[in-house]
């Protein structure tokens, strides 16, 4: 039986995004190439075809994206078969990350910006820049989980606004008639401070984190491979059973502090 040769589409456009990408390289691009070939030799191990088709462009774009909250050498995919000859390369976002300096310095760095937002000395545009790079569970919101992901955004950009005392931000897009009262505004401020106690570095982030991960379940893909037997409806218990089971793929919990890993 003769094994089929395997064209990799796209593969000059992979190589020079991972080139000019200097948190991927060549050398792991290549590596990973490597790694699509075994898997396809392996999926198609059956075929009397001559010829295989693998499509990068998925892995391509997601390689212009990368930035380093993880190893990009760790990455999982999948191959999808789009016909008896062709495939794509699914690249799968949620890389675990276990090394605890990367753990370190992300904490680091995420205390730095909540101490920056309750001092209001960060603008609205740095702070979105800022959590898009300390927080690598955003990048799991895919196409087809679009409107969790603009959720997730607002509710970390309303911990933002409520934390920095900026109202008319809060309220901007609110229909005039149903915006919130100054009266209402800081009742929540004051609620915020005296019973939530939103008022340390420690406590902001755990707020911005929980933010940023509550939406995690209702990824499909994500739920259904880190999870098991849950449904759409029972995304919350989905998650739970990840943080329990896998916190290395959600690794803005897995750098918190125990008492904080509690309460969420």
């Known amino acids: 039986h003769r094994r089929p040769g395997f064209v990799l589409c796209d593969s000059p456009a992979f190589l020079k995004s991972a080139r000019k990408n200097k948190e991927v390289g060549l050398l792991t691009a290549i590596r990973i190439m490597l790694g699509v070939y075994k898997t396809a030799a392996k999926e198609?191990?059956?075929?009397?075809?001559?010829?295989?088709?693998?499509?990068?462009?998925?892995?391509?774009?997601?390689?212009k994206d990368f930035f380093g909250a993880a190893a990009f050498q760790d990455m999982d995919f999948s191959l999808e078969r789009q016909h008896a000859t062709d495939a794509l390369v699914i690249p799968k976002v949620w890389i675990p990350v276990t090394n605890t300096d990367l753990l370190r310095s992300l904490h680091t760095q995420a205390?730095?910006?909540a101490g920056d937002v309750?001092?209001?000395?960060?603008?609205?545009d740095a702070f979105k820049s800022r959590i898009g790079r300390l927080f690598p569970e955003l990048s799991y919101f895919n196409t087809a989980a679009a409107v969790q992901r603009e959720q997730t955004?607002?509710?970390?950009l309303s911990v933002y606004w409520l934390v920095s005392g900026q109202h008319e931000a809060f309220v901007r897009i609110q229909p005039q008639e149903e915006q919130l009262s100054k009266q209402s505004w800081e009742w929540i401020r004051d609620w915020m401070a005296q019973t939530v106690r939103l008022s340390t570095r420690e406590a902001v982030d755990a707020a911005l984190t929980f933010m940023a991960i509550h939406a995690l379940g209702k990824i499909k893909e994500f739920r259904e491979e880190k999870s098991s037997g849950f449904s759409a409806s029972m995304h919350d218990?989905?998650?739970?059973?990840?943080?329990?089971?896998?916190?290395?793929?959600?690794?803005?919990?897995?750098?918190?502090?125990r008492e904080y890993k509690v309460l969420i």
Do not use: C, G, H, W
Not at 44 to 63: C, G, M, P, S
Not at 153 to 156: D, H, I, L, S
């Open 44 to 63: 198609f191990q059956d075929t009397t075809a001559a010829v295989i088709t693998i499509q990068l462009r998925k892995l391509t774009q997601f390689t």
């Open 111 to 113: 205390l730095e910006l």
């Open 118 to 124: 309750l001092k209001n000395r960060v603008s609205e």
């Open 153 to 156: 955004m607002a509710a970390m």
């Open 237 to 257: 218990r989905a998650l739970s059973q990840i943080l329990s089971d896998r916190p290395s793929v959600v690794p803005s919990y897995s750098r918190l502090s």
